[in-house]
């Protein structure tokens, strides 16, 4: 049998699954779109691996494995869905949950009081054993076996059948955890757990709790719909005519993949699956065309994600969180707003407009989609003002614009406005809403927003550009081929990761090398073990090291990078050093040289990386002028009716130009081109938008 060789990546959203397949030996890209299916996500991705195969004329014996990113985690948490949980806990912690922490979080204006939310478990549902270590790991008193074994039988006789456990400083020996979880399967043998020492080894008792609890409550939901989707695999591809395991990996939060089988049992990991394959696809496609700093803004049927991207590299925290929960794992930096292409627009009681978070999804979906939709969204107000096509993924979805008209009409009537001012204020608190989120990764951050290029994609992502550079004064904004594709191309783009993380708290000026060369190893093998289980050889592997540094007496740490080799002083010195810069970076000032301010280590991190081949971007052919691709014109809205001509990007090529008004249609995705506004489309076809003149900021 020939080698397999066909790549696929798919991408499943609220309104559509994404899927781009590479053939590794041609290098051929193709891309399509379906609609998801929500009570049944398998079957969107199925019929999406159809599709694809179809256009590259192949069946599913060629199919050398499949990257998914999905949004089973992170709709379970956003929903607030997180129910039959239980909570167990060292005796005298039981209200850990409750004290948390003081931090309100922001909210892009999307409530003018912050309450604090519900508990992940109630009270009523936690329970304490006996049993203590130290900071240190070393036993204070022993496990209370009997203690344990009564928390079982309480929460199997109640039927709770989903438990996190952590108990205090298990960080540092995970003895006493590992024996809580072998006496829960004894006496519950059909209860899933989740134990801190495996989720996350590193201090600070709220976050090690909550995202352990995280981690418990999504792992029945990802377990049951990987080894569903694993399952159906199955159907495309034989043997010697008999059904094979075709090779599955699903993304993480911290940029890399991992084989469905392992993934299962690290359901946290996925809790930004798609928003960060999205962002590493952006920035390969922004670092071929030469652009270094990046914001990218993945807008969808929901909502749009948006992160920042230097030199290549997304940024990272450990500081993230899905909707009400902290989730303290290595993630993409990534800040999602409720301004997808479904938002819903609404009136509130103070007649005001709003705009999201509620979503009409992809069933019904927008009014113009005349599925039964009652509230009018962003695409309505879009295709209404003539921004977009009467009609989706080249004609396979039309839409009513009058159904479009009536609902923007009677909300305009609430708010006492014509249905146009109506229609461009949902799309300006829109953009607003986006703007914000940006702000919020760079401005926050010490960033000069004023710096970056903007990369926009997913369906809806590009139909705010113009507005964005507006509002933030950006220098420009690249909309890639087949932006409505570039999350699963993502998924192609990355390689196999695991992060381990050990918590090793020291004064810089007493840490020995010895102690940390210990350390690093110890993680290396576990990155070593996950990596040969992932079937990559010894001459394959890759690992990174990192740790987590502050100035004695703060609450929070700088990451920085140590350098890989034997440990020595100066290696240790560096990294000290490397902290003193982007302390200053971060935060404007550091204490270098002052020998009353001490250094201290505080986290060691590893990452085992399992590269993959990366596929190769192409350049298009040269232009013959825009006129060329041009389709026609229609009447758009941008302050006033305009013509607006109209624009076939298939049909474009290196070189073209277009002034605006305009709209480009694609496929996948449709991009406005407000009046002052030019676009010019590159080497590698990415359409670059900037400001020819002054745009007045037409809205």
């Given at each position: 049998m ?21 053939d590794?030996?041609t ?11 929500p009570a ?9 691996i159809?599709k ?5 004329g192949e ?18 948490l956003?929903e607030?869905?997180?129910?039959n949980?239980g ?21 892009y204006g999307?409530?003018y ?12 549902r ?6 203590r ?12 076996e ?8 309480f ?21 006493h ?13 059909d209860?899933?757990v ?5 989720v996350?080894r ?11 609890l ?5 792992k029945?939901?990802i377990?049951?719909?990987?080894n ?9 591809s034989?043997t ?5 395991d ?30 960060a ?7 390969l496609?922004a ?22 991207v230097?030199?290549g590299?997304p ?13 303290k ?5 990534v800040?999602?707003?409720?301004a ?6 609404w009136?509130t ?12 999804g992809?069933d019904?979906g ?14 309505d107000?879009h295709?209404l003002?003539?921004r977009?096509?009467?009609h989706l ?9 009058e ?9 305009a ?17 829109s953009?607003?809403?986006q ?21 926009t994609f ?13 509002i ?5 904004v690249l ?12 998924l ?21 090398a010895?102690?940390?060369q ?16 992932e ?6 592997r890759?690992?990174?090291r990192?740790a987590?540094?502050r100035?004695l ?7 920085v990078?140590?350098?890989e080799g034997?440990?020595t002083?100066?290696?240790m010195?560096?990294a000290?050093?490397?902290?003193h ?8 000032y550091?204490?270098?040289?002052d020998?009353?301010q001490?250094?201290e ?23 013959n002028g ?5 389709t026609?014109?229609?009447q ?13 990007r298939?049909?474009l090529?290196a070189?073209?130009?277009i002034?605006g ?5 694609e496929?996948?995705?449709t ?11 590159d ?9 020819s ?5 037409v809205?």
């Amino acid at each position: 049998m020939e080698p397999r060789k066909i790549r696929v990546g798919i991408d499943t959203g609220g309104t559509f699954t994404d899927i781009v397949a590479v053939d590794d030996e041609t290098g051929a890209i193709v891309t399509t779109k379906t609609p998801s299916t929500p009570a049944d996500p398998a079957e969107g991705f199925l019929a999406g691996i159809e599709k694809v195969l179809a256009k590259l004329g192949e069946s599913g014996d060629s199919i050398g494995a499949v990257s998914h990113g999905t949004t089973v985690a992170t709709n379970k948490l956003l929903e607030g869905k997180v129910e039959n949980l239980g909570f167990i806990t060292t005796e005298g912690y039981e209200h850990v949950l409750e004290i948390a922490r003081q931090s309100v979080p922001d909210g892009y204006g999307n409530s003018y009081f912050w309450v604090k939310p519900e508990r992940i478990v109630p009270a009523d549902r936690v329970r304490t054993v006996g049993g203590r270590l130290s900071f240190d790991g070393s036993e204070i008193r022993p496990l209370d076996e009997g203690s344990v074994r009564s928390a079982a039988q309480f929460f199997k006789d109640r039927g709770i059948r989903t438990i996190g456990v952590c108990l205090m400083h298990s960080y540092a020996d995970p003895t006493h955890e590992e024996r809580v979880r072998d006496i829960l399967f004894e006496v519950f043998p059909d209860a899933t757990v989740s134990i801190s020492s495996q989720v996350l080894r590193e201090y600070r008792e709220y976050e090690r709790s909550i995202t352990t609890l995280v981690d418990a409550a999504v792992k029945p939901n990802i377990r049951n719909y990987v080894n569903n989707i694993a399952n159906r695999l199955r159907e495309f591809s034989t043997t010697d005519g008999e059904p094979r395991d075709i090779p599955f990996y699903v993304m993480k939060s911290n940029g890399g993949v991992l084989s469905a089988k392992e993934v299962v049992h690290q359901p946290i990991t996925t809790v930004l699956s798609g928003p960060a394959a999205g962002a590493l696809g952006a920035a390969l496609i922004a670092d071929a065309a030469g652009v270094e700093q990046v914001l990218t803004c993945d807008g969808g049927g929901t909502s749009t994600d948006v992160t920042v991207v230097v030199r290549g590299e997304p940024a990272l925290t450990t500081e993230g969180r899905v909707g009400n929960y902290p989730s303290k794992i290595p993630m993409i930096d990534v800040v999602t707003v409720g301004a997808g292409g479904g938002s819903i627009a609404w009136m509130t009681p103070e007649h005001t407009l709003r705009v999201g978070p509620q979503s009409a999804g992809a069933d019904p979906g927008p009014l113009c989609y005349g599925k039964g939709g009652s509230e009018p969204t962003i695409t309505d107000a879009h295709v209404l003002l003539g921004r977009i096509p009467p009609h989706l993924l080249g004609g396979e979805i039309p839409l009513d614009t009058e159904l479009a008209r009536k609902g923007l009409e009677e909300l305009a009537a609430q708010l006492s406005l014509g249905y146009e001012e109506c229609a461009v204020g949902v799309l300006e608190v829109s953009a607003w809403n986006q703007a914000n989120a940006l702000r919020q990764i760079t401005v926050k951050r010490g960033l000069d927003v004023r710096d970056f290029t903007l990369v926009t994609f997913g369906g809806s992502g590009s139909l705010l550009a113009c507005r964005l550079v507006d509002i933030l004064g950006l220098k420009d904004v690249l909309v890639p081929l087949n932006p409505g594709n570039v999350s699963a191309f993502g998924l192609l783009t990355v390689d196999v990761r695991n992060d381990y993380v050990q918590t090793h708290v020291s004064r810089h000026d007493r840490l020995k090398a010895e102690d940390l060369q210990s350390q690093f190893d110890a993680l290396a093998g576990e990155a070593e073990i996950a990596l040969a289980e992932e079937g990559f050889d010894e001459t394959q592997r890759k690992y990174s090291r990192t740790a987590d540094l502050r100035y004695l007496g703060q609450a929070f740490e700088v990451r920085v990078p140590v350098a890989e080799g034997a440990v020595t002083a100066q290696i240790m010195d560096d990294a000290a050093e490397a902290f003193h810069q982007a302390h200053r970076e971060l935060y404007g000032y550091d204490f270098r040289g002052d020998p009353s301010q001490h250094v201290e280590w505080v986290n060691l991190r590893v990452s085992g990386i399992g590269p993959i081949k990366r596929p190769t971007l192409k350049e298009i052919a040269a232009g013959n002028g825009a006129d060329t691709a041009r389709t026609g014109s229609r009447q758009s809205y941008f302050d006033s009716w305009v013509e607006t001509a109209t624009y076939d990007r298939t049909l474009l090529g290196a070189g073209d130009v277009i002034e605006g008004p305009a709209v480009i249609e694609e496929f996948s995705s449709t991009v406005p081109i407000h009046p002052g506004f030019s676009a010019r489309i590159d080497t590698f076809g990415n359409i670059r938008i900037s400001k020819s003149s002054d745009s007045n900021g037409v809205k």
